[in-house]
């Protein structure tokens, strides 16, 4: 088994090649690249000015400022030989520098970590803790009124995005056309640092609430049925009926042995946990305006901040490969029948 993992890891390399140079050179053939919308800044006359006064304002770009802007976002180079210089910028941990903010790229995705693990964090805890208890519910009165309007409420939550539930959210409880209940958006109040420990704890539950419910009304369905499935596969093995001939209650059964038996299909959510709590949601934070990973990228792509979205890009694709390799591990610990070879 320790070859086997040990071949896991070492594939993350041609991997990770093969994701990025892939993602690179889709990006550069983008039309409306930084380059591009640079220059349409300037023939429009809003950018800052380069060259004579009089070249600029006839809305002519002279030849070096031309040749200056295209050595600075690097497109005076063969694409090989752009993503080479990255890759090896990449392997001395400098994923350059940001177009939109004018700093390092590694320290812009760094300072979105905090919000995002904050929210990946909870949604992901109160996804599982919710979803479990329900599934397995719904396994036990199979069939009952309580399982179909259950089922019923799950697929309609399913059916419904989650940045779409945020922005309806908004609009009964964020002070719309209906209740001023939950604040329209943001991490938290402004003020935030003068304010006492408990004030703070319940700004951020403020805050929190309505994004927090957008994050994992997608996962209700896909995690509840899961559970349900596999705890009715359970149910109906020889070795319930035994238990439940020895005189056990039911409720032991279900808990002790049904459920205990039926976490390998759940360990397959908890293997992505890293990727999932800095991963974010592009259209969630753009609709709850939350400074995190989502909207950053969302915005590196609306903006072309290549580097930025690179950036994004290196992290996410690690993340996912560490994350299915956990996944593995998590196999093999919950079914010790399970050998990889």
Known sequence: MFYYFLRRILFIIPAFFGITIISFIILQFVP??????????????????????SAFYNNTIP???????????????????RYSIWLTNILKFDLGKSYTYNEPVFEV???????S??????????????????GTYKAVKNGSKFDFFSSAIVFAGYSVPGWAFGAMALIFFGGGSFLD???????????????????????????TILPISAYV?????????????????????????????????TKRVVINHALRNSLIPLTTGLGHFLSLILAGSFLIEKVFNINGMGLLGYNSIINRDYPVTMGILVFS??????????TDILYAIVDPRIRFK
């Open 32 to 53: 409306g690249g930084p380059l591009e919308l640079e220059l349409l800044k300037m023939k429009m006359g809003t950018g800052e000015e380069v060259g004579t006064g």
């Open 63 to 81: 030849e070096s400022a031309l040749n200056e802007m295209k050595k600075f976002y690097g497109y005076d180079k063969p694409i090989l030989e």
């Open 109 to 115: 995705i760094t300072s979105r970590f905090p919000v």
């Open 117 to 134: 693990i904050y929210f990946g964090l909870i949604g992901f805890i109160f996804t599982y803790l919710i979803c479990v208890p329900l």
């Open 181 to 207: 209940v939950f604040p329209l958006g943001g991490f938290h109040s402004e003020g935030f640092e003068s304010l006492g420990f408990f004030e703070k704890i319940t700004d951020l539950t403020y805050h």
């Open 217 to 249: 009304v997608g996962s209700f369905a896909t995690l509840t049925i899961l559970t349900k499935n596999a705890v009715m596969e359970s149910l109906s093995q020889d070795y319930i009926k035994t238990a439940y001939l020895k005189g056990l209650k």
């Open 317 to 326: 694709s690690i993340l996912l490969m560490l994350g299915n390799i956990i």
